[in-house]
């Protein structure tokens, strides 16, 4: 198959799939190059090869970076719900010529390694509170001192200085 820009072949997959928006597969492309950056192969003379688990690891790092606590909405948004569809997503892309695949690179390396509630929502929720007893420390009380009084007429015995 001849290797096509990924637009075009971006309009060529989802002429008979159309569940993941075109967004979609740019950015599991830049998510990619993102992964081999990450794991430092880019220098490497041979084309990087990135396995499942680490091209997810890449995916997960890079909604977070780019979208923060809306990462979840807007890979839904793109038809992007589990790690399956990122898995089918780049069986596409290698279909079509646009990634490489080694021997052992299979769509069962896109397994659920984790859920998207986990990976996209979980990061940005509050920590629960500690449910060790907070350390408290008994003080006797300390005696009271004695506080002038105020707004008392004048002449008045309390205050005054008359006993």
Known sequence: ??????????????QYDSRFSPTAYEFIR???DHSIQ???????KKPAHVRGG?????????????F???AKTVLNEWGIQN??????????????????????????????????TE?????????APSLKAPSVVWRAPSPKKASPRRNRKPGSQ??????
Do not use: Y
């Not at 990450?38 to 490497?44: E, I, P």
């Not at 892309?93 to 984790?114: A, C, K, M, N, Y």
């Not at 990976?119 to 920590?127: I, L, V």
């Open 68 to 70: 923060g606590p809306m």
């Open 83 to 116: 790690c399956s569809h990122v898995g089918e997503i780049v069986f596409q892309l290698v279909q079509h010529g646009i990634l490489g695949q080694s021997e052992t690179d299979r769509p069962d390396d896109f397994q659920e390694i984790w859920t998207f």
């Open 54 to 66: 680490e091209l997810l690891e890449g995916f997960r790092g890079l909604a977070l970076r780019e």
């Open 38 to 44: 990450r794991l430092g192969r880019s220098g490497d």
């Open 30 to 32: 830049q998510c990619l």
């Open 1 to 14: 198959m001849p290797n096509l820009p990924l637009a075009e072949t971006v309009r060529k997959i989802r």
């Open 158 to 163: 309390a205050g005054s200085g008359k006993l």
């Open 119 to 127: 990976a996209f929502e979980t990061p940005f929720q509050p920590k």
